[in-house]
């Protein structure tokens, strides 16, 4: 079946810094990734629609300049999460769209000191 | 908006009951339903959509329009079946997530 990686699995940073994370469908070409959060024992929530060479469209709620999203391939969609404060923690998923099928990435555990 | 609501965070039932998970939708047209699973320390995976009506793992859900439910359900639960079950609404350019709940089968 389709296979979705994300790197990094985990990362720690400081305060103040920037965070990119990487999402790869990497057996099929995908036009929408989806990143999500999700919080210690709760659903994911859906943050941003990466499209193929165009800009996201971002849910209620989530900061566009705070959550930078890039989607240069068919292949690959980055988030970046700019100047991060601990508040920011949190595990950080993508999907990417096989219609009509979501496949998820493992998640990026992400800890900001 | 689209919306899912999984009424039950927690499920607990013994190995052998019937089991049942609720899904509710609001949706306008035709949903795209799935029922995705989340084993322990496992990525997010499908389970069911309701397009394919196919059997997995035992489980079944059925589309109910008039009740907008897309229910999952297994007739004798086991305990491999402990895990996190998500109901979602998905299409092109958007998708939608129930809170979860989190099936555990006593032994």
């Known amino acids: ?113 | 908006a689209q919306r899912v609501t999984q009424p039950e965070k927690l499920l607990s039932v013994f190995k052998g009951a019937p089991v049942e998970l609720k899904c509710n939708y609001s949706y306008s047209g035709s949903p795209e339903l799935f029922w995705y699973v989340q084993y322990s320390r496992q990525r997010l995976q499908l389970l069911l959509r309701h397009i394919s009506r196919e059997s997995i793992k035992g489980f079944t859900a059925d589309l109910n329009k008039g009740e907008t439910s897309f229910h999952l359900k297994k007739p004798f639960a086991q305990e491999e079946d402990s895990a996190m079950y998500y109901c979602l609404s998905g299409g092109y350019q958007k998708v939608t997530f129930g809170i979860g709940t989190k099936l555990q089968v006593i032994p």
Not at chain 1, 16 to 23: A, F, M, Q
Not at chain 1, 55 to 82: C, M, P, R, W
Not at chain 1, 96 to 107: C, D, V, Y
Request: glycine share 6%.
């Open chain 1, 1 to 113: 079946g389709a296979v979705v990686s994300q790197h990094p699995s985990w990362v720690i940073c400081k305060s103040g810094t920037s965070v990119k994370i990487e999402c790869r469908s990497l057996d099929f070409q995908a036009t929408t990734m989806f990143w999500y959060r999700q919080f210690p024992k709760q659903s994911l929530m859906l943050m941003a629609t990466s499209n193929e060479g165009s800009k996201a469209t971002y849910e209620q709620g989530v900061e566009k300049d705070k959550f930078l999203i890039n989607h240069a391939s068919l292949t690959l969609s980055t988030l970046t999460v700019t100047s991060a404060h601990p508040e920011d923690s949190s595990f950080y998923i993508c999907s990417a769209r096989l219609a009509p099928e979501q496949f998820f990435g493992p998640g990026t555990r992400l800890t900001v000191l």
